[in-house]
């Protein structure tokens, strides 16, 4: 081997190195990692010319004392000193060209900034340190400078495409895996001839390749003469849809004098590529959010519209009256002293406001509760009265719906509870060429309907026939839904009327020895002394809790007490309830197809906000669902039911409709880590004898929880649902001797629902690796072998995808259509190749997708519904795509999730209004743990390796062989070079070239 080989095998390495410092990789040492960067991302950069093999690499990096192998051999250690110039990627065109043609003219290598390496190789600058030093130069020089200026052709020299171009940036679209070409035109319109004296990406480049005739380099420039053009052909080629960008710097001098400053011209460069499919799922008209507007009438008259009765039947009376609860006057004013950090010294002579700041300040006890909830929740309406004020809206036009009763409304964001708009709440309409007079007539419209994007109003007929014509512009004005919050007020003052001290702070009780049950579950000695206890009432009056992460049979056990007592305990009436609807309809259902109670033993109550079109089929008959009429029995036909299933804030319709105290023996709250302490109140105080009656909690606090705006009752502790404050407050429930008293309590520790690699990063992460995987295994090996793995035997895939967020029309939801087509493809891959190798046939009521945005989720039903192969599938409806929220104590086969985000500026979006995966751990968490068998994760990796909990995920799926797609380090450079270059945009100083 010759010497030159020798030294250019080491250069290649060289540059390998370089490449894995520019990507952040330069800490890896496993061998075989480093091989499959070298062989996957490296090896055949320029597609044509082949690089000798690792191993011959490694050894010319060794064998010239830049790297060192361990005695195994499994690890490679490069040195940290490795100091040397590299030849950039288009270096080997060059050096072939050099081979073969005479070399530069001596005159221009003077031009180079750094003199060649070997003589016999002669060395032009570039390479990934060259071009980094550029970018950094071409930034710092930039740093007072707009964008403009160096995306502005100068001294004649003009950088063109055959493409338009805006604002510098070049976009292209392509709809297959081919290359595409680029031509990219330097031409001299000057009176001067100019050196063109080099070009570069800013920063590596995968998927582009670059290429001119004539080879410019430093060493070798090229003399423009006047009126000369020359072309640079840009290649593009990507077998992964997705957003490619990169950032091309051209270097030109006015003579050739070393002395002389190059000038710099840049041009960005975005391909889009994306299938027939994806360009169906784009927007549909751009992004063009709505002005809010605050400024308020002083008097104003209101126009009185019309409830959705027609809806509801009501044969509940209310013979309890729920008191308007209204914040006093004081709370803005105390919210505002609190915000700004109020001292003693600002209190001063303020009693009333010094009484509720020490209120706050101390700790929650029996003696101060109904005033200390109070408190907290006037806060949190006080911040809730200014958050949705946020989502007034001005010069808004609506349409008659077509039986003309009703009036449409279009409310992007409103299924993403943006802003939070229900059946039965009302929203407020003033004419938009009223809203400057001081006295107005506000209309008021009931909302009688809400679908994706949009709601149905009804108003006066007034409004109707005389108010209302065609076009007319309103402002909208949005109310809070007060009665949640009043039935919580109740809820916290009838638990101090009924003296549920016992329950709520419990101290201990008596000592029973439980009389067990040989039923169920006595494979797992926690679950089965959990059905045992809750039967003999051991902890009562004390709550009884079952916590543990997911997957370990929480839902399981309670539905198993609920059933047993059902059956042990004759006169026992059963009140099962959970946060959100979809948990409660688990509940229930879990209930039902058990078929061990008789199902006309057991009634879900819904309230009447809840739309028919998403009560589960099977629960309908079970149900106070009545055609599509929401139907409250009376109290009576009510207590017959022996198990009665709601959500926590329609027990409060049951305190309201006079349910004796006593009624209900037991009451059993699933997902209890999810709520308001003072929400799963209401459905306690009023509803359980303190007495005699048994309280079960069952959740885990490290899964959602609740929802809040204010940060004040947050600090105050409004965020700790009662499960979380029994557990880590009460010492009934604390350990004793490393034991939980299992007559309180019961900790569960044994998934059984998900393959131990599915578990792994959630299991460190959240629950200190305390969870055992012990899924059945022939069910969670299942996609093991599945064809499409990344890995055999690792079933679970992170797809990187370079995609875009992007929100369409006046709709604040956001959607990534290029992750639409990788969930679709693998939903395919899923359905339409199955049944062999092992893996049975696949129904679609075993996978669930998962996205963070609404928009997202009503995209993927799209493309389902639309595509030849998945709309006539059978059963395909079954298949549920949903928020996190909606899968909250769900799980399926397999789960794909899209995490949609992929551009950093939106992060705050998500921050601040509690949505989407990043910045929210209990979603991400729930996301996880959903699935048993096979679990797919679509998303940038870019953008969610910046928060350590995804960026954990994405590095055991990348370690463990499960990632596919885009390599995620390939697009971080772009991501730098192209934020600071945007940077620039705010200054407003021009530099110098
Ligand atoms: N003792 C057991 N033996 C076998 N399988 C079990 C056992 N207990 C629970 N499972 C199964 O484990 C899975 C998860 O149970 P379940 O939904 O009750 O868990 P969970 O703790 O409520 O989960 P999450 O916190 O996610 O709501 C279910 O498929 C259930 O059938």
Redesign the pocket.
Known sequence: VSTDSKTAVRAIGLDFIEMLEETNRRSITDRNTLGDIYNEEFRDRDGRIKDPNFSRVIFALRNGNKARLSRSGRHVYFNTNVRVRLHDQWFRSCRRRQNQASPAPGNVSSLSATSGQGASVPEPEGGVRGRRRLAKDILQRLNSTERSFFITDKYGVQVSSELCMEDGKIQIGVDRAEVYELKLFVENTGQEAVYFTYYTSLHWLQYFTLEDSRRVTRNNPLCLEPREKYEVTVRFKSSHVGVYSATLAFEFKQNTQPTTRPFHIVRFIEVEYRTKLAALLGPTEPFKPLRLNISEPENCKVDEGVPPEGYVQNFLENVLPLGQYTPPPHIPELAKLLKDGCSSRILRGKFQELQLVSLLQSPLGFHNYAERFDLLLYLEECQMHVDIKRYNKDQVTLFKDYDKRLMVLNLPGVSENRPSVLRGDHLLLTKSEEVQLSTVTKYKGYVHKVELDRVKLGFSRRFLDHVYVDNMKFRVEFTVNRLPLRLQHRAVHMAVQHELRDVLFPVGSRDVTPALFNQH?E??PE?YSAVCHIVAGTSKPAPYLVF?P???????TIVEAIKQVEKNIPDAYILACAPSNSAADQLCENLITSQHVDSRKIYRLYASSRDPKYIPEVLKNNSNLVGEMIVFPCKEDLMCYKILVSTLVTTGRLVSGGFPVDHFSHIFVDEAGHAVESETIISVAGLLNAETGQLVLAG?PR?LGPILRSPLAINHGLDISLLERLMTQNDLYKKDNMEFDKRYVTK?LLN??SHPSILKVPNELFYDGELVACANEISSNQYCTWEHLPKRGFPVIFHGVPGKDERESNSPSFFNIYEIEIIVGYLKKLLLTQAKKGISRISPRDIGIIAPYRKQVEKIKWAIRTDEDLQNYMCIKDLKVGSVEEFQ?Q?RKVILVSAVRSSKEHIILDESFNIGFLKNEKRFNVAV?RAKALFIMVGNPTILRTDETWGRFIDFCFEQGGYTGLPFISVEGIEEVEKCLLALNIQDERGEF
């Open positions: 579950l494979r797992n679950q543990g997911p997957g370990t049979g929480k839902t399981v885990d899964q569960l059984y629902r104590g799980e743990t």
